[in-house]
């Protein structure tokens, strides 16, 4: 069994900043690409951020230069530091990890629960 655990998530003003956490837990073997997803009420949910195995980084246009994704090998974490915020920043916030849980298992791709982030204007 697997599980992400997602927290951070809070209500902020503008030009604030918020840190979510994803930590992965149970049967992990190894980890690739780790990502966050947002989703705002009435949207389709949208890529955020990504960071390789390798530790290379992409970002959505929409949040470069605010946003910064990291990850801690040792924790199974990755992490969203958002500064600047903005009101349109306002989404339920969710991790996905492509792992491999055992030697002998594929890549699964599995999805944390959310955590709601609200930016006030």
């Known amino acids: 069994q697997v599980q992400l655990v997602e927290s951070g998530g809070d209500l902020v003003q503008a030009g604030g900043s918020l840190r979510l956490s994803c930590a992965a837990s149970?049967?992990?073997?190894?980890?690739?690409?780790m990502v966050w997803y947002r989703q705002a009420p009435g949207k389709q949910r949208e890529l955020v951020a990504t960071i390789t195995s390798g530790g290379r980084t992409n970002y959505a246009d929409s949040v470069k230069g605010r946003f910064t994704i990291s990850r801690d090998i040792a924790k199974n974490t990755v992490y969203l530091q958002m500064n600047s915020l903005k009101p349109e920043d306002t989404a339920v916030y969710y991790c996905n990890v492509g792992l491999i849980a055992t030697p002998l298992s594929y890549e699964y791709d599995y999805w944390g629960q959310g955590t709601q982030v609200t930016v006030s204007s």
């Open positions: 149970g049967s992990i073997f190894s980890i690739n690409a």
